[in-house]
């Protein structure tokens, strides 16, 4: 059962963070591929917070620290390069995480921060999984869906629709692009803000390793192979990023290669999978949208 | 119900159906005539090589032992890929299975975070490579480990470095939990015994960049440099230090032992130090182990520390779980009581569950007619 | 400090040979390939595979690059070619045959590291003693880049493989076979990768992950020196490499490398979002 928890606070974890990214990608076209970044940044703050003495109010506390950092940071990053080519953007981003990265390193060490204990929510005691799952994860993860399924019936979802289709038409009736692009960029950081303060709280600790070119990239994949623009395509990409892996490298284990040879035989299969969705099915699973290659997005 | 939705059921059908085989696998291996040992390495990103000499190690002791044992050995190999969390996951998958006792978590710091469930679950968690100083207190009973912690092998750096009269020293160590952990206790005790650190430069593992560290090196001119380095990167370090004729003493830990820092270091390796646990000459089961080394690996020499520990592990553990069936308190008790002659030295346990070592010697490499060999310089005082 | 001043010349060209063969197939095709950075990997392994069956030097270098380069146009072909004209697409795509190459390195060769031993022996040159490697970096670097700007700019098949990214068609209506030359590009590209993996083999160790660190800076390399200029990929080079030694020398740690450089990035966009030496291209 503690197994269970533990896969279910992490598919929850990851699958927001899919849903989080999707608003950048699919809303505006931001190709955040340093989104774990943000992630990171989350981290630190609820971690730094926690790490002082929890109080009553620690915990509404360390999540609006860490979204608020998350939006602030978000926006300055947004305004300062949303201007630039789409690719120069997709390197700046990844240089943004690794900076992140480093300064997660300096600050605490590559073991990151550990012990940390969890806070109270209105009395309740967070200690037991379940009730952490329950009380914290699943409300959010709700309050998450709610709030893109919501955005996706208003006005504002066309309005975002229409400067992905055409930049040009959209100033001339009066939408600025770049402050609708960069409103959903610091939405969709601060939401992977707030899910970083909320792992750290799951996990007692923060991790720098999670932190890679890598892992963004992962999470990269994760988004299109579930789907874009899609509820339910983030939770696929959540099983992506969390189950997948492990149930292949323990398939793999029983397989004729034994035990040995399970991991890089699951790196294999991650790389063909990846190939096979970003070629033959470019929705991904159940996405709603394809990927917008108009010129340069800027 | 639209064509998405059966998409996403179908996909999350295939997720569960494929956890589900994998649960009922499960259940027939949970036979009586088998033990179950969990092994939780990092096989992915920088640190494979040093996940994989530990499997390697720990498979040719499962090897051994079912060749000669009616009950047999399985070692569920699992890849944490360096994250925590991944790890944790991986030990409660363990506990969830039935498994017991864990022979290894690679990494200090994804220990450290495990054991808390460790211990809350009344697991067994024996490691041959973690070096953490805290380790001991979080582990309690449930910890045991046969390497010595980076606190006891500081110290008797420390002491041989400054009895030696190298009283200015550098540092030089890779940016990870390992290497900065061993930094942070040096430097500390270092100090404490009348020494002072003048220079720290750090890398990370597989960076071979040396040249403007090394003369950043030459700059300070220290008595003595610290290595804590990965055998390849410090045998680098070293070759690139002759070259621009620096003038230190360099010693390093047991990161320095098997045969890559020799063998890549070849000349510049000739004069660097370094402080092992452990019997002056090797032991009948260390020259047995690097016999089944070399057979399987076709290894032209030493085997590396890693291997040796997780052979040396397997071994312990195995020891005490035929001698007190699969009881965790008994296997515990059994363990703070053994007296094992492993490839790595003669293996006891205090009462902080850490390797009982009698004595600390420091080695030399030496190099002559392009062979090297390790010269025993004699035991250390405390 | 002449040392540290060859040393940062040398890591400068390196990088530079590295994002050469990058920034060939970003300024035709648009799109960032990650994979470029296993390619250096393999190309070094090639080298050391024909070592160990005896094959000398010359001809160990030559089938590594050559194969490479082979290699280079069967990812084209089956990861980039359907996905045309979708960049992230294709990105991801090399990400995902980064990661394919990667596991069948490590699957093949493990992940030890090895020693190259091409190119091992000492020159003196100029009064200082250099790693033969270190010399033949600088001379392909003083003959690869001065020989890429003149096809690029004076020959009929460079133009049009830089005016492939702009307009397609209209370079095919001139009968040039436009899939042949992205073939022939990635040849190139991953060829060069080859050599740069060979040098970097050969001066420090083959280790499955040894081209991610230059690629990153090759990537960082080609922004900052912006898209058409191939004398910015030199000088920017160059400049890099000078700048991670006098960091390293300066802070004493590695650690500090990364920041720096992509701060500098980011500095540089904000200022010149085409590039130190970039061209703004009219847009049609």
């Given at each position: 059962m503690q197994l269970l928890a533990h896969i279910t606070a992490h598919l929850i974890i990851y699958s927001a963070l899919v849903l989080s990214l999707s608003f950048a990608v699919s809303k505006?076209?931001?190709?955040?591929?340093?989104?774990l970044g943000f992630f990171g940044i989350g981290s630190v703050c609820a971690a730094a917070l926690l790490a002082t003495q929890p109080t009553l109010y620690t915990f509404p506390c360390t999540v609006l620290v860490a979204a608020t950092a998350g939006a602030l940071l978000s926006a300055l990053l947004g305004f300062a390069t949303l201007r630039l080519k789409q690719d120069f953007f997709v390197i700046l981003s990844l240089a943004f995480s690794e900076v992140v990265l480093g300064v997660c390193i300096s600050w605490k060490g590559p073991a990151g921060f550990n012990n940390l204990a969890r806070p109270t929510v209105l009395g309740i005691s967070l200690e037991d999984d379940w009730v952490f799952i329950g009380v914290v994860l699943l409300p959010f993860f709700i309050a998450a869906g709610a709030v893109f399924v919501r955005f996706s019936r208003m006005r504002i979802d066309r309005v975002c629709a229409l400067i992905q289709a055409n930049e040009e038409l959209a100033m001339v009736l009066g939408v600025s692009p770049l402050y609708y692009k960069v409103g959903c960029f610091c939405l969709a950081s601060a939401t992977a803000s707030v899910w970083g303060a909320l792992a750290t709280i799951y996990a007692r600790s923060t991790d720098p390793n999670q932190i890679s070119i890598e892992s963004n990239l992962l999470l990269f994949s994760a988004l299109l192979f579930g789907g874009l623009n899609s509820l339910r395509g983030s939770i696929l990409g959540g099983l992506l990023l969390v189950v997948v892996p492990s149930l292949l490298e323990a398939t793999l284990s029983y397989s004729p290669f034994g035990g040995n040879y399970a991991a890089e035989f699951r790196q294999l299969l991650m790389g063909c999978l990846l190939i096979v969705v970003v070629r033959w099915m470019p929705k991904g699973l159940v996405g709603a949208t394809t990927l917008n290659h108009s010129r340069g997005g800027r | 119900m639209t064509s998405r939705t059966k998409v996403f059921a179908a996909a999350v059908a295939v997720v569960a159906g494929l956890g589900l085989l994998i649960a009922v696998l499960r259940l027939g291996t949970g036979r009586s005539d088998t033990v179950r040992i969990g092994s939780i390495l990092?096989?992915?990103?920088?640190?494979k090589s040093q996940g994989e000499q530990i499997r390697d190690g720990q498979t040719i002791a499962m090897d051994e032992i079912n060749a000669r044992s009616r009950i047999k050995l399985d070692i569920v190999f699992r890849d944490s890929e360096g994250e925590k969390e991944i790890s944790l996951r991986n030990v409660k998958d363990m506990q969830s299975q039935?498994?017991?006792?864990?022979g290894e978590i690679f990494g200090s710091t994804e220990a450290l975070h495990c054991l808390p469930f460790i211990r809350q679950q009344n697991m067994l968690f024996i490691s041959g490579v973690d070096t953490g100083a805290s380790l001991s207190a979080a582990g309690g009973k449930h910890f045991f480990r046969i390497m010595p912690s980076d606190r006891l092998a500081s110290q008797h750096l420390a002491a041989i470095a400054t009895a030696r009269g190298y009283k200015k020293a550098a540092i030089v160590f890779a940016n990870d939990v390992w290497g900065k952990g061993l930094k942070d206790e040096m430097e500390a005790e270092y100090k404490r015994l009348?020494?002072?650190?003048?220079l720290v430069l750090d890398t990370v593992k597989n960076q071979d960049l040396f040249q403007p560290l090394v003369a950043r090196l030459k700059a300070d001119r220290p008595t003595v440099t610290f290595l804590f380095l990965y055998a390849r990167d410090a045998a680098n370090f070293v070759k690139e230090a002759r070259r621009q004729g620096i003038q230190t003493e360099f010693m390093g830990t047991d990161n320095l032992t098997g045969s890559e820092f020799a063998d890549v270091g070849e000349d510049a390796a000739s004069g660097v130090m370094y402080v092992v646990p452990g019997p002056p000459t090797a032991s009948d089961r260390r020259l047995h182990f690097q016999q089944l080394y070399k057979a399987k690996f076709g290894a032209s020499s030493e085997p590396p520390l890693f291997a040796t520990h997780g052979y040396d592990t397997v071994h312990v553990l195995w020891e005490a779980i035929e001698a007190s069936g699969r009881d965790v308190p008994r296997v515990i008790s059994y363990l703070e009581q053994v007296h094992y002659d492993g490839a790595s030295g003669p293996i006891a346990f205090d009462r902080n569950h850490e390797l009982v070592v009698s004595e600390y010697r420091l080695k030399a490499f030496r190099r002559s007619g392009g062979q090297t060999t390790v010269e025993d310089l004699g035991p250390i005082g405390r | 400090m002449t040392d540290l001043l060859i040393n940062g010349v040398v890591i400068g060209v390196l990088i530079a040979l590295v994002a050469l063969g990058f920034a060939l197939t970003f300024s035709i095709l648009?799109?960032?390939?990650?994979a470029h950075t296993d390619l250096i990997t393999v190309g070094g392994y090639l080298a050391y595979s024909c070592g160990r069956l005896k094959l000398s030097v010359v001809p160990s270098v030559i089938v590594a690059t050559v194969l490479t380069g082979l290699l280079g146009v069967v990812i084209e072909r089956l990861a980039y070619r359907p996905l045309r004209g979708q960049r992230l697409s294709m990105f991801l795509s090399s990400f995902g045959v980064s990661i394919l190459l990667n596991s069948s390195i490590t699957l093949c060769f493990g992940s030890t590291s090895r020693t190259l031993p091409i190119a091992q022996d000492a020159v003196r040159v100029a009064g200082r003693t250099l790693a033969s490697a270190e010399v033949i970096a600088l001379c392909l670097f003083l003959v690869l880049l001065p020989l890429s700007w003149f096809i690029f700019r004076k020959t009929q098949y460079g133009l049009a493989a830089r005016a492939i990214s702009e307009n397609w068609d209209g370079v095919a209506l001139l009968g040039i076979p436009c899939d042949r030359l992205v073939s022939c590009v990635f040849f190139v590209s991953s060829g060069l990768a080859a050599l740069a993996g060979i040098l970097l083999g050969s001066l420090y160790s083959l280790s499955p992950q040894m081209g991610h660190k230059y690629g990153i800076w090759a990537f960082v390399l080609v922004v900052v020196a912006g898209f058409g200029s191939i004398f910015g990929i030199a000088t920017t080079g160059l400049f890099a490499g000078l700048l991670i030694t006098a960091v390293m020398y300066c802070?004493?740690?590695?650690?500090f490398v990364n920041a720096v450089l992509f701060g500098i990035l980011t500095i540089v966009l904000l200022v010149r979002p085409d590039g130190l030496f970039g061209m703004r291209l009219r847009r049609f």
């Open positions: 505006v076209n931001i190709w955040s591929v340093g989104h | 990092v096989l992915s990103g920088n640190y039935g498994v017991n006792f864990i009348g020494g002072e650190t003048t | 648009k799109f960032i390939n990650f802070f004493g740690s590695y650690t």
